[in-house]
Each structure stands twice: as structure tokens, then as C-alpha cells.
């Protein structure tokens, strides 16, 4: 199976050396493409900016903004059998990166912000040769908003997590997640180590693929 997994946060620049992102260490994406190796898959890692090794064996592609990670996804999803999306992608950029370092203020002042590109909700929905597993961060509703995002985003699968906590979710080496699908009854898999949680999600994903593949043939 060919497997691309993004991981990690973006960042928006404000300036030379200022931006806006977010908690995502990455944990959860690299422990996914790190079960995708160990089980002999090929995978790409499309990484944000974090401060872990990556598995040894996936081929690493390094973006920093969502407009990077945009344009990365779109070049390698067309080769791959599998989309990871774990990556936390920031939802609203500077509307315009500084080139020189802005000098403090005295006053309070006012950042204008323009949304990113929905990389999810880019992708093609209909005949597409991939399956697409999309994450949601959740702090409140968790089941409804992440079936909401399941069909908003056209995800075949969509794994929820809570992130309100700080013993579970983002940072954490630990997760506790819901996966949701278009078809069947929702999983729930209870808190555990982020490489176990990668491993029972690299299996459903695996039963996903190959239960596609048979409808298809
Ligand atoms: N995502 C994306 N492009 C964006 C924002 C998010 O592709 N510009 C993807 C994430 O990688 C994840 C999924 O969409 O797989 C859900 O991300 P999440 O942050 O939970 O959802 P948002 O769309 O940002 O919605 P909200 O912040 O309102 O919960």
C-alpha cells in the first residue's frame, strides 16, 4: 500500500520572524507512518515543522505554510492507494506577510486574517483512486461535529479526537480517538500510547482500502 500521511502544524508567517500556528507536535501522523513502515507499506510523510525523527524508512517531505502543504498533498495523492491527513492545518493566515520585521507598537493594533485552503475539501470526491482519512480535533460535540466533517470534507473515514485536555490529544503521547465512517457504526478505541492508537488505525484503514477495492471489482 502507498501511504501518505501529513503531520505536524503549519505556520503562517506574520513576518520575517513572527507567525501564527498551533499546539500540534506531530506525534500522532509520525506514530501512523511510523506503524505504516514497520508493516512494510511505502510511505510519504508530508511534515510540518516538529521536533521528532522521522521513521527512518518513509520518504519526507518538508512544508511550513498551508499553502506548501497544499500544493504537496495535491503532488502526491494522485500516486498513493491512502491520504493520512493528520496534519493540524491552520485555518486563517495574515492577509499579508510583512517582509521586514514589524516594530513593536505602543498601542493595541489589528492583524487582518484571511482563511487558508481547505486541503480536505480540495481534493476530487468523486472517482477518486485513494481513500481519504481526515482528522478532527474536537473540544465540545465531538460525534456531531465529526460526522459533519466527514461528509463537508468528503473523507471516507474521519478519526476524531479530543483535544480539550491536555492527558490526551494534542502534544500528549497518549490519544484517545472515535472513527467514523460513511457506512458503518463508529470505533471507538480507549486512551493508549499513540503508537498502539497508530497501529489499530493503520489495521481499519488497511480493512477500509481492501473493502473498497472488492466493491469496486
Ligand atoms: N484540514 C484541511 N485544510 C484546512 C484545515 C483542516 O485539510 N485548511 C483538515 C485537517 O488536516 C483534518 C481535518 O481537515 O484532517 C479537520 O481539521 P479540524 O481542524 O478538526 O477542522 P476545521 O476544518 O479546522 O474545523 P474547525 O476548526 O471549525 O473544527
Redesign the pocket.
Known amino acids: 500500500m502507498r501511504i501518505v500521511v501529513?503531520a505536524g502544524p503549519?505556520r503562517e508567517p506574520i513576518d520575517p520572524v513572527r507567525f501564527i500556528s498551533n499546539r500540534s507536535s506531530g506525534k500522532m501522523g509520525y506514530a501512523i507512518a511510523e506503524a505504516a513502515c514497520e508493516a512494510r507499506h511505502q510511505v510519504t510523510l508530508i511534515s510540518g515543522p516538529v521536533a521528532i525523527d522521522a521513521p527512518p524508512n518513509a520518504k519526507i517531505v518538508k512544508i511550513t505554510t498551508?499553502d506548501e502543504?497544499?500544493e504537496a498533498?495535491h503532488q502526491h495523492v494522485p500516486a498513493c492507494d491512502v491520504l493520512?491527513?493528520?496534519?493540524?492545518?491552520?485555518?486563517y493566515k495574515p492577509a499579508q506577510a510583512a517582509t521586514r520585521k514589524l516594530e513593536k507598537q505602543t498601542r493595541e493594533f489589528a492583524l487582518r486574517l484571511t482563511?487558508?485552503?481547505?486541503?480536505?475539501?480540495?481534493l476530487a470526491d468523486e472517482n477518486r483512486s485513494y481513500l481519504v482519512?481526515?482528522?478532527?480535533?474536537?473540544t465540545h460535540d465531538l460525534a456531531v461535529?465529526?460526522e459533519e466533517?466527514l461528509v463537508?470534507?468528503h473523507?471516507d473515514v474521519?478519526?476524531?479526537n479530543d483535544v480539550s485536555g491536555r492527558d490526551s490529544g494534542m502534544e500528549s503521547d497518549d490519544n484517545e480517538i472515535t472513527i467514523f465512517f460513511r457506512d458503518r457504526d463508529p470505533i471507538h478505541i480507549s486512551r493508549a500510547r499513540k503508537k498502539i492508537i497508530a497501529r489499530k488505525i493503520l489495521k481499519i484503514v488497511c480493512e477500509s482500502l481492501e473493502k473498497r477495492l472488492t466493491k469496486k471489482t
Open positions: 501529513t503549519t498551508s502543504l497544499y498533498v493520512v491527513m493528520c496534519a493540524a492545518v491552520s485555518d482563511p487558508t485552503r481547505d486541503i480536505l475539501a480540495s482519512v481526515g482528522f478532527a480535533a474536537e461535529s465529526a466533517k463537508r470534507k473523507c474521519i478519526i476524531a
